[in-house]
């Protein structure tokens, strides 16, 4: 699904700062050409690709005011390397959006079962998606650009 699509849905299904941060990421989705890779199913959301195929993550735009909604953007997995571009800020950030299972779909065996250490920080019974960045303000929106840039750079 193109950008310019992404960008209707954002306009049609949300308003004020989650419109213009949703907006502000799909703009910089495109200028840094991350792929995007429309979701089939009913859940009406995108694959988002540092390159063709390699998926790290998934955004929903959806407009609906309880959680996933307004919008939000999941990661894959919370494997990034503590290097000097990973500031305290960074840290605490992804510490705060770190998501725990909700047992939210039954055929996902394994979802639960998964503990990790983040930054040094052990964590428990995660998600699937152990990162989801829900209706993120414009300082969150900023470190969550900074998360996707390092994983499409270690792709």
Do not use: R, Y
Request: hydrophobic share 35%.
């Amino acid at each position: 699904m193109s950008e310019v699509t992404l960008n209707k849905i954002i306009n049609e299904k949300l308003s004020g700062d989650a419109q213009k941060n949703a907006l502000e990421l799909s703009n910089f989705l495109q200028a840094n050409d991350f792929e995007l890779e429309a979701n089939d199913d009913s859940f009406g959301g995108w694959a988002v690709g540092g390159v063709v195929g390699s998926s790290i993550g998934f955004l929903l735009i959806n407009g609906e005011p309880e959680c996933p909604g307004p919008w939000t953007l999941w990661f894959n997995t919370c494997d990034f390397e503590d290097t000097d571009q990973i500031t305290n800020e960074i840290k605490e950030t992804v510490w705060q959006n770190v998501s725990p299972c909700g047992k939210c779909n039954p055929n996902w065996e394994n979802c639960g079962n998964s503990d990790e250490t983040i930054f040094g920080k052990e964590f428990k019974q995660l998600c699937h998606s152990p990162l989801m960045f829900t209706n993120p303000d414009s300082k969150t929106l900023e470190i969550v650009k900074q998360l996707l840039m390092i994983k499409k750079n270690k792709i």
